[in-house]
């Protein structure tokens, strides 16, 4: 996994960083208000739960935060996202190892399709589960190249200039991912099908 | 392989239909925002402290080196020199670094120097050239309008010394004429005198001819 709030090779000068936390200062409140739902409905969904939800929003803010007393940052919202995303991973793979539980129903959330029956409503939410568990178990850019794709819908080429990675390299990745998670979550279909 | 693709789709889209509650909640967001400022002192703080203990680790290691060198120093001391020694050991140092140096710049002084005095003794030169010049230039003018004042007198006295030479050449002349009018005159009446009495004769030649021819041929002749 990258880390993200290393300091940079070049250090500013001290009249840049001044006058970037003067900048920073004003505006924090505002990135804040705006970037705040986006980043949260990021941690929200790969989450599934609002404690986690509300760390990995705080340590995404905060990681933020100190990025931008570094470096320059171009687009708050694109960074907010990957390293919401990048903090997500990293906490759902640590939840993975912590306990390696199975589904059991009660971590069940309300999915938004009002035609699905319960039944149909509860394999959805196993389903759910599983495709976290699964992305715990990808590699740190395999998962992040996948979330940025489906979830935040970007494009490969914003992918790699996030990731800061060929297009080519973005398409590997997202197939890969894509191959892995289909491994993992066939078998596990296929058995509950048989065990009904 | 549709349907694996399948189950990744239906996973992918049941987590996006998930619903997500509307969020980040107020307290979340205020604790967020007051967190950076919080952050931001925090490493105002650290930075001071930092800055500190830069300044702290200098200074020690600036006292540290200045004791270290005054300890050095002090023991690598020597004796105290001997001026003849000291002066038999750096006489050919000196010498031999010093004399080229010397040689070097007392040639440089001495042709600034000297150029200097060129250049003031031109300038000297130029000024005295510049006086004499207008000097000479004075004096020759003077004597030339003296000389030219003369040589306007010499052609008016020429000038009128013709004038006069004309006049009396033209009076000459006119004496001339008047003298050769009076002899003309008298030689036109002496001949007109001449030609009378000459007219006179030859009119006595001519009756005494005439006389002579009656009395040759008789009366009748005579008549006729």
Redesign the interface.
Known sequence: MTILCGRPAGKPGRAAVLLR?IGL?AN??AI??EH??A???NC??LL?N?AD??DC??ET??CV??LS?CQEVRSFRSLLVRVATSRSINRLRRRMRESARTWNGREA?????PDAGPSEQAE??E??W???QALGKLGGQEAEVFCLR??EELSYREIARELGITTSMAGVLLHRA?AK??AI??PA?VSERSEV | MS???D??D???D????????????EE??A???S???Q??RA?ASVRGRLRLIRVGRFAAAAVLLIAAGYGVGHFFRPGPPSVKQLQEALEPALLSSLEPVIRDRLAIELSEQWALALAANNAELREEMKGMGLGVLAASGTLTNQRLGELIEAVNRAQSYDRRWVTAALEQIELNRVADTKQLASGLQTLALHTEDQLEQTMQVVADFCARRQTDNGFGDVEQ
């Open positions: 936390e200062q924090w409140r804040v208000k705040g739902p980043v949260w409905q929200y969904r599934g609002e939800a509300a929003f705080q803010f905060m935060l100190e007393r959330a309300v999915v938004a399709s959805q939410q389903l759910i599983r495709l976290r489906f979830f894509r998670l289909r979550l066939e279909a | 349907k694996q693709k189950i990744v239906k996973a992918v049941a987590l996006r239909n998930e619903e997500v509650p509307s969020g980040p909640p979340l967001l604790a967020v925002t967190q950076g400022a952050w931001e490493a």
